[in-house]
């Protein structure tokens, strides 16, 4: 080992030397046992172990597992030296522009990498490749906080240019698969190790999966019924997989059957609505009948162990190439059930499941411990592999193959289901369910396809240097990161309870020996006790260390895919709350929905991606000084317009960036300055008269002056405007639609009123109370009553100038222009307009002092923008205890799933607490 000037690049010399982290190595065996040295000593460190998020295990698990100082199975104490190496420190002098990537971006999930190794969410990396490329210059360093597989170092790979990414994920095998991905394998010398891996436990046990060849051709099993067939007196085949069957029992006489022989109807390849019994005859429905059970000792425990009946009852097996199947011989039955004697002298790993949704869910069948989840012959077969695997000392061949039995090993267990149209068929994702009918494979043909699968994906690797670290750990605390380091940042976050990530990785974890650090999970989970707070309240935390690491007017990428508005609300307030301006919302369309997104009613078919900025340094520095003054609200709006899409162009139609509407920009304004503990010192009718003195407003959008040229320019090559879609779901979105109508068509209360219900459907908030239209248009817009004299509005006049030209040509005061413009509502003037809040506010706090005032639990329903305003004027008068006390009474459905009044609540309780 000697030392060099070369940066952090797995990058081979001449004679097949090493270069990392400033040192050269004689090659990379060397270099893996020099840094696993240190890590080594690192353990040893119980501060090391205290870091957040240290997952479950022991040393040499940890150490087995890792492959430093590019992953670690524990939090990296190498990624410092990766940035000294490799980063750019922040350099306020140096320019950086980028609006939001503000189109759609579509890629699917066919990918020869993507599917090297299952796992319950990933993004496609040719999608995240889309941001990288527009967000990064070429040498950047790109973050992950919640990596998952390493799509995100996936991506940068790929992107080149001297790009580097930093991944950080508290499961361990979740970082193990990126570390795979991510690495720097040699497919050659891995393919060889695989095979004769195969070879050595076919030559340990040659008859594991052979077996006669007394059966049919798949395609014909409908004429033969069940036959067997001797085809020649020697000849064998290999089986492929085994269609296993549930007992069950008729609920009338009690006989017992196999699930298989009166459930499924072969002749359609589908399964019986209702099944009858073949003793009896009565008919019944699947639910009627009842599961059996049977105790057996259990091989590795050696205790007795209750599970559900389970038989075999068809063989796919293979003869040349053509497949065939047969119903189970004596010789077949004998080779499965001596499995059960044979592993107790190879050994698994003797894990009992961790209590969960998921780890549990199986419990009723008997599966207890990890080695539950496989049939006899499988358990066995994986444990041979296991076992040779673990005595592979080289880590750039033994985390490979550990890698294609991981990725094998759903589809190895009894989580592979029947298809009644093909027989074998996948696991569900999103859940370790266990089916009445399975369909476990022949574990080494499974395995070794994975292996030619993975060299031939992840050949590129030899071509490309290492340029990306790992790090097992919780993103809530990232100690070993120095700030401002970050060029941009592309994360998928966990999204409320969606899924059990720990759970659900306990699985392959378990089997590893270094399982996640629960604690850190940011999830909503029964089995956790986190309820939504808790997992908004671990968001912050993460959002906040990555405004830390990120450097100054740089991006960060939120992928979201929940129907929930609670848990959409919580990203927004977690990322307000660390500092973060949202800038665009668009599509992320994977083309191939996971299990939950195809088939619940509820769940999203497009993912949404969040771009979010830092602001940059100027920004924060300006508002310190002027103290929350009216000026610093405008130099935020300025600051803000510049990160927006200028333009959005999809189908040949201009879009609406909602973004840019006053409404979005004066919440977005609101958050800031509460961010800061500031009130905003100015109404929103203010603030809608200051921006149409200081700011173009095209299409009911706000441009920059130098933006507005721009949008011109692409208006002018499109005939129609972009349209604005309104939904009334509460009465703010109520009043935003009346005066959104009114400015086109100021209209007397009977012409509103059969529009207005039109658009009041199911989505009203269940906790809202409904205001009366007349109560809507007296309290924010102004009414002509035509009295002598009185002169028609200017906005009343246009309107009918417009669609009566005999009107056209007529005083204001003209008695004819009059009485057709009498009893009309519209939208007040700028002037008036403040003037009629300020009248709105005193109504709406009177309304709220009810509430302050109200001495039951909970408000079954209140009028949320009363709510809205007593939060906003106790925030400003630092009464924290009064919204406090309020949001108690609040349901807590609907304080979750409304933006502004979480803002107010979750700020509340930080000042607070900060005053105590």
């Known amino acids: 080992m000697t030392k060099s000037d070369s940066l952090f690049a797995n990058k081979k010399t001449v004679c097949d030397q090493v270069e990392c982290l400033g040192l050269t190595f004689e090659n990379d065996r060397s270099r893996s046992e020099y840094f696993l040295g240190i890590l080594r000593q690192k353990l040893k460190d119980p501060e090391f172990r205290k870091i957040e998020g240290f997952p479950a295990g022991s040393d040499e698990d940890i150490l087995a ?57 990933k993004v496609p990396h040719k999608a995240i490749l889309h941001y990288i490329d527009h967000y990064t210059e070429p040498g950047d360093v790109i973050f992950d906080g919640f990596c998952g597989t390493g799509m995100s170092g996936v991506a940068t790979a790929h992107s080149g240019k001297g790009r580097k990414c930093l991944l950080v994920d508290l499961s361990p095998i979740a970082t193990f698969i990126a570390r795979n991905l991510t690495g720097a394998l040699d497919a050659v010398a891995f393919s060889d190790a695989a095979r004769k891996l195969v070879a050595d436990v076919l030559a340990f046990d040659r008859d594991l999966y052979v077996t006669n060849h007394t059966g049919w051709k798949v395609r014909d099993r409908k004429k033969v019924q069940h036959k067997h067939y001797n085809h020649s007196s020697s000849a064998q085949g290999e089986v492929e997989f085994v269609l296993y069957s549930d007992v069950v029992a008729c609920p009338n006489c009690g006989n017992q059957h196999s699930f298989y022989s009166i459930a499924v109807d072969e002749m359609e390849d589908a399964l019986r609505a209702k099944i009858r019994c073949p003793s009896c005859g009565v008919v ?6 009842e599961a059996c059970y049977e105790t057996q ?48 002298a190879i050994g698994f790993p003797i894990i009992e499941l961790i209590p969960g949704k998921e780890t ?80 476990p494979p022949n574990v080494l043909n499974s395995f070794e396809r994975n292996a030619e699968t993975i060299a031939s994906s992840l050949s590129y690797q030899r071509n490309i240097p290492r340029q990306t670290i790992i790090s097992t750990q919780s993103s809530t605390i990232l100690s070993n990161f120095p700030g401002e380091c970050i060029d941009y940042i592309f994360v998928d976050p966990p999204f409320g309870s969606n899924l059990d990530y720990s759970e659900l ?74 500092g973060f301006v949202v800038a665009n919302v668009a599509a992320l369309d994977k083309k191939q929905g996971s299990f939950k997104a195809v088939t619940t009613t509820t769940a999203v078919k497009q993912d949404l991606i969040i771009s979010a900025y830092k602001p940059n340094g100027g920004l924060e520095e300006r508002f310190a000084k002027s103290g929350g003054s009216e000026e610093s609200a405008w130099d ?21 960036v909602a973004e840019r509407d006053p409404r979005i920009i004066f919440d977005r304004l609101v958050a800031w300055f509460v961010r800061h503990a500031f009130l905003v010192p100015l109404s929103s009718q203010a603030f809608q008269a200051g921006l149409n003195q200081r700011f173009a407003e095209r299409d009911g959008m706000v441009f920059l002056p130098e933006q507005v040229a721009e949008y011109d320019k692409k208006r002018l090559q499109i005939a129609q405007a972009p349209q604005i879609e309104m939904f009334i779901a509460d009465e703010r979105s109520a009043i935003d639609w009346l005066s959104d109508f009114l400015k086109k068509r100021p209209s007397t209360y009977q012409e509103i009123h059969p529009e207005f219900i039109k658009q009041l459907g199911a989505g009203w908030k269940r906790h809202e109370v409904k205001p009366e239209l007349s109560q809507l ?137 900060a005053d105590v």
């Not at 989580?415 to 369910?433: E, H, I, N, Q, V």
């Open 65 to 121: 597992l890792s492959d430093p100082p590019y992953y670690t199975a524990c939090p990296n104490p190498f990624i410092e030296e990766f940035i000294k190496h490799l980063g750019k420190p922040y350099d306020a002098s140096v320019s950086y522009s980028k609006e939001p990537l503000a189109s759609d971006v579509s890629e699917g999930k066919n990918d020869p990498i993507y599917n090297a190794h299952s796992y319950h969410t």
């Open 284 to 289: 019944e429905r699947e639910a009627e009948w």
């Open 297 to 344: 000792i259990d091989p590795l425990l050696g205790t007795p162990h209750q599970e559900a009946k389970v038989v075999p009852v068809l063989i796919n097996y293979s003869v040349g190439n053509s497949r065939f199947e047969k119903l189970p011989d004596e010789n077949d039955l004998a080779e499965i059930y001596s499995a059960r004697e044979k592993v107790k």
């Open 360 to 439: 549990r869910r199986n419990v009723t069948r008997g599966i207890t411990h990890l080695h539950h989840f496989f049939t006899p012959r499988e358990l066995y077969c994986v444990a041979l592999l296991l076992k040779r695997i673990n005595t592979v000392v080289d880590p750039s061949i033994r985390h490979p193959l550990l890698f294609s039995l991981t990725a094998c090993l759903p589809y190895a267990s009894r989580m592979r289901r029947f298809r009644a149209d093909r027989k074998g068929g996948g696991p569900l994702s999103g859940t370790l369910y266990v089916g009445s009918l399975i369909t």
């Open 505 to 578: 990785n306990f699985f392959w974890e378990a089997m590893l020996g270094v399982i996640t650090n629960q604690g850190a999970e940011a999830i909503v989970s029964t089995s956790q006790d986190k309820e939504l707070n808790d997992y908004r309240s671990l968001l912050t935390n993460g959002f906040k260390e990555f405004y830390r690491v990120l450097k100054p007017g740089r991006w960060m990428t939120v992928e979201f895919s929940n129907t929930q508005a609670a848990v959409w609300n919580a990203i927004q307030t977690s990322l307000q709350e660390a």
């Open 636 to 656: 935020f709006v300025r600051t803000h317009l510049k990160y927006l899409p200028t333009v959005k162009v999809k189908g040949g139609q201009i879009e609406f």
């Open 777 to 913: 248009l007296e309290g924010n817009f102004l009414r002509y009553a035509s009295k002598d004299g009185d002169e028609v509005p200017s906005q009343i006049h246009s309107y009918l100038s417009t669609n009566w030209p005999e009107l056209r040509n007529l005083e204001k005061s003209a008695p004819r222009l009059r009485a057709k413009a009498a009893d009309r509502w519209y939208v007040p003037d700028p002037s008036k307009a403040i003037d009629l809040e300020k009248f709105r506010e005193k109504a709406l706090l009177k309304e709220f002092e009810g509430y302050c005032s109200f001495a039951g639990r909970r408000l079954k329903t209140f009028r949320l923008e009363a709510m809205r305003a007593g939060f906003r004027h106790a925030w400003s008068q630092k009464n924290y205890k009064i919204i406090i006390s309020v949001a108690q009474k609040v349901p807590e459905e609907a304080l979750q799933e409304d933006e502004k009044l979480l803002l107010w609540y979750d700020q509340a309780l930080t000042r607070s607490e």
